[in-house]
Antibody, heavy 122, light 109 residues
């Protein structure tokens, strides 16, 4: 059974940093393309970024609102995906979901974790 | 950037057919994916590549995509289908970026 368990959320002040983790199991993590999606309270879904598998280059892409502030990485030995968030703003407050992105261009987000809440507030 | 437009809400009586639209410039040339999100839960993929269903998704869910509109159709609607539904595409106009529609709240009367 595919499982994605996010952790690391919490309250952080504007300008601060936070690192989210996503522990993956039930599939071959090293072969998977992964993505982060967020959802502000009461709002719709917003894509954050993605990382390809190392065999496919391990490259990352980011949405404009987070580019230059957020960084996605992976540790295939630990089956864990990370989201490093720096220079946080109040508008980054959201539930952050870890997802499996079907490899290849234009694929869907096949599986989602339950999410972790990040609150940016003073 | 590419914009996907969904109606904020759709209402349907049980047993009837619900149609949720997703508008975008020449969206018919793109692959559209649909997600269902029930209150307090993570989204679930219900349709991918316009009209394919993941295992476990009822045949009552189907999709179409042509011209400037993609449509998610739910036949014989049940109370359990009440949820938010989001369409999604990839936009290659400035890099390759994932785009969601604003979401549609389906209410079962």
């Amino acid at each position: 059974e595919v499982q994605l368990v996010e952790s690391g959320g919490g309250l952080v002040e504007p300008g601060g940093s936070l690192r989210l983790s996503c522990a993956a199991s039930g599939f071959t993590f090293s072969n998977a393309w992964m993505s982060w999606v967020r959802q502000a309270p009461g709002k719709g879904l917003e894509w954050v970024g993605r990382i390809k598998s190392k065999t496919d280059g391990g490259t990352t892409d980011y949405a404009a609102p987070v580019k230059g502030r957020f960084s996605i990485s992976r540790d295939d030995s630990r089956n864990t995906l990370y989201l490093q968030m720096n220079s946080l703003k109040t508008e980054d407050t959201a539930v952050y979901y870890c997802t499996i992105l079907r490899s290849g261009s234009y694929g869907p987000l096949d599986y989602w974790g339950q999410g972790t809440l990040v609150t940016v507030s003073s | 950037s590419y914009v996907l437009t969904q109606p904020p809400s759709v209402s349907v009586a049980p047993g009837k057919t619900a149609r949720i639209t997703c508008g975008g410039n020449n969206i018919g040339s793109k692959s559209v994916h649909w997600y269902q999100q029930k209150p307090g839960q993570a989204p679930v993929l219900v349709i991918y590549y316009n009209n394919d269903r993941p295992s476990g998704i009822p045949e009552r869910f189907s999709g179409s995509n042509s011209g400037n509109t993609a449509t998610l159709t739910i036949s014989r609607v049940e109370a359990g289908d009440e949820a938010d539904y989001y369409c999604q595409v990839w936009d290659s106009s400035s890099g390759l970026l994932l785009v969601f529609g604003g979401g549609t709240k389906l209410t079962v009367l």
